[in-house]
T-cell receptor
Framework: QKEVEQNSGPLSVPEGAIASLNCTYSDRGSQSFFWYRQYSGKSPELIMFIYSNGDKEDGRFTAQLNKASQYVSLLIRDSQPSDSATYLCALRNRKLIWGLGTSLAVNP | DVKVTQSSRYLVKRTGEKVFLECVQDMDHENMFWYRQDPGLGLRLIYF???????EKGDIPEGYSVSREKKERFSLILESASTNQTSMYLC?????????????FGPGTRLTVT
């Protein structure tokens, strides 16, 4: 089992909808979790991180962490075409462990 | 804003050449990282450094070495480039700060070895 698993997608949503991206992990000792966005041909950029169970909101983005079930998710409200990118989930152990990413396409 | 810069955006080298990739960060971060990113394989850690002159192997160190003589600069060296080292190389830096561990990435160097 991979340490961090993401559905590769593509996930396709219409403009204005909520996009839901999920990530599961195997290491219960993981301390904090990160969501990065990567546009095609660009480097990853941090969207947000979360380390406590529950929800954390930042603008249109909400990260949700459930340590008992070992998953972390990212919700994007009012999705825009500019949100079309690959979303990478990462968790912190001694270093960051990365998922392969989910490709999101927001259709106008 | 954190700024991480890399010496080249695109680089073409021949098999067997020694290749240097340079990375500089301007935010006094302790940690610096070198990754390569390939389609279907994601981000793979090559080496990281948690202090000047300190380094630790990542998941795929074979064929690579690194140097960190100054806090702001982290160099990746391909001792003898091979075609299977054609990839996107990404440098990142981070603070060590509680549970946070955000990594900030440079723009990347797309290396082609022919």
């Amino acid at each position: 089992q991979k340490e961090v698993e993401q559905n590769s997608g593509p996930l396709s949503v219409p403009e204005g909808a909520i996009a839901s991206l999920n990530c599961t992990y195997s290491d219960r000792g993981s301390q904090s979790f990160f969501w990065y966005r990567q546009y095609s041909g660009k480097s990853p950029e941090l969207i947000m991180f979360i380390y406590s169970n529950g929800d954390k909101e930042d603008g249109r983005f909400t990260a949700q962490l459930n340590k008992a079930s070992q998953y972390v998710s990212l919700l994007i409200r009012d999705s825009q075409p500019s949100d079309s990118a690959t979303y990478l989930c990462a968790l912190r152990n001694r270093k960051l462990i990365w998922g392969l990413g989910t490709s999101l396409a927001v259709n106008p | 804003d954190v700024k991480v810069t890399q010496s080249s955006r695109y680089l073409v080298k021949r098999t067997g050449e020694k290749v240097f990739l340079e990375c500089v960060q301007d935010m006094d971060h302790e940690n610096m990282f070198w990754y390569r990113q390939d389609p279907g394989l994601g981000l793979r850690l090559i080496y990281f450094s948690y202090d000047v002159k300190m380094k630790e192997k990542g998941d795929i160190p074979e064929g690579y070495s690194v140097s960190r003589e100054k806090k702001e600069r982290f160099s990746l060296i391909l001792e003898s480039a091979s075609t299977n080292q054609t990839s996107m190389y990404l440098c990142a830096s981070s603070l060590v700060q509680g549970v946070s561990y955000e990594q900030y990435f440079g723009p990347g160097t797309r290396l082609t070895v022919t």
